[in-house]
């Protein structure tokens, strides 16, 4: 099956005048105009079994804003096109609209239009428009060697919740709920995101949608450098580490290639790096220098490649 990175690098082939909007999750345009668009589709990104219809329109706007939050950005305004089958209720469609609504107006963002059309499954598509709060937008080609890199939050928890969710009698185990919920709800980093390219004068900026592995191979590949992870460093919550254990799984292999953590992940100099440490979220976890890829330093020592066929993919899920 054709991978995400495939499609992407034929859509910039076919369109040689878009390319410098095309590598990274916002485009930013004129007057520092910020746009971003993403789906949730049912069977591929939810299902009704598991979400409530709450969580889902939540979601679908919060997965927007971290693409906004990856460049510091302030986000202004939404367009929502729902896609809905014969099987949604009145109900069932006004809830998904309140978590909508709620996740909006958390975050200030003026819901000013869309579509609404019928489908065989629900897909819900939230573009949102911002706008750059700083010259220092968060590139990705930003990394230099010499720089440190460094992530916000804990990852693997959301997969691992994912895993929870589909796991029976999962609830039963006390610190569930918290991944389940972090998978379900995700919280975009936009203020934390604003402070970042604030406090810095150069910073290379992504969400880790798709996993930190993934974050740091875009990043490498963008900025032409080579990026030195260390696993011992990678912040871990202790809900994961208690249920990766219970479960018998490898944590750091779910917060490498997990996905849907909505944290950043990023490299700054040496320099700006001290402006960071003011955040308590954020860590530092690795380094940059000279060379190709991104590789990770196991706890024994050993340096390892990260592989993108090891990383999250919307197309295979």
């Given amino acids: 099956m054709i991978s995400e990175q495939q499609i992407l690098e034929l859509i910039r082939k076919l369109t040689p005048n878009s390319k410098k909007y095309l590598h990274d999750d916002v485009a930013i345009l004129e007057n520092n105009l910020v746009l971003t668009t993403d789906s949730l589709i049912e069977n591929t990104h ?3 079994k598991d979400y409530k219809p709450e969580e889902i329109g939540w979601k679908s706007v919060a997965v927007n804003l971290s693409d906004v939050a ?3 950005a302030k986000p202004l305004y939404a367009l929502i096109s729902l896609s809905i089958s014969k099987k949604c209720s009145y ?67 959301s997969a691992l919740g994912l895993y929870l969710l589909n796991k029976k009698n999962s609830y039963l185990i006390p610190y569930t709920s918290y ?38 191979i875009q990043i490498a590949k963008e ?19 208690n249920s990766t254990k219970q479960n018998k799984i490898n944590p750091y292999k779910l917060a490498l290639y997990g996905g849907e953590d909505y944290q950043l992940v990023g490299t700054v100099s040496k320099k700006d790096i001290k402006n960071l440490k003011k955040f308590k979220e954020v860590k530092i976890i690795g380094e940059v220098v000279s060379g190709k890829g991104a590789f990770l330093k196991q706890s024994n020592g050993k340096i390892v490649k990260l592989d993108m066929k090891k990383a999250f993919k919307h197309f295979l899920k």
């Fill in 46 to 48: 939810f299902t009704l």
């Fill in 70 to 72: 990856s460049i510091g």
């Fill in 91 to 157: 109900k069932w469609l006004k809830n998904l609209y309140r978590g909508i609504v709620n996740c909006s107006k958390k975050y200030k963002v003026q819901i000013v239009g869309g579509n609404v059309a019928r489908s065989k499954e629900i897909n819900i598509t939230v573009t949102i428009i911002g706008k750059a709060t700083s010259k220092n937008n968060g590139l990705r080609s930003n990394a230099k060697p010499g720089d440190v890199v460094f992530a916000t939050g804990t990852f693997g928890d």
């Fill in 179 to 216: 991944l389940i919920n972090t998978h379900k709800v995700p919280i975009p980093q936009i203020k934390l995101g604003q402070d970042i390219v604030r406090f810095t004068k150069r910073v290379s900026l992504m969400d880790a949608s798709d996993g930190l592995a993934d974050c740091l």
């Fill in 223 to 241: 900025s032409k450098v080579k990026i030195i992870a260390k696993e011992k460093e990678i912040p871990l919550s202790k809900d994961l580490l």
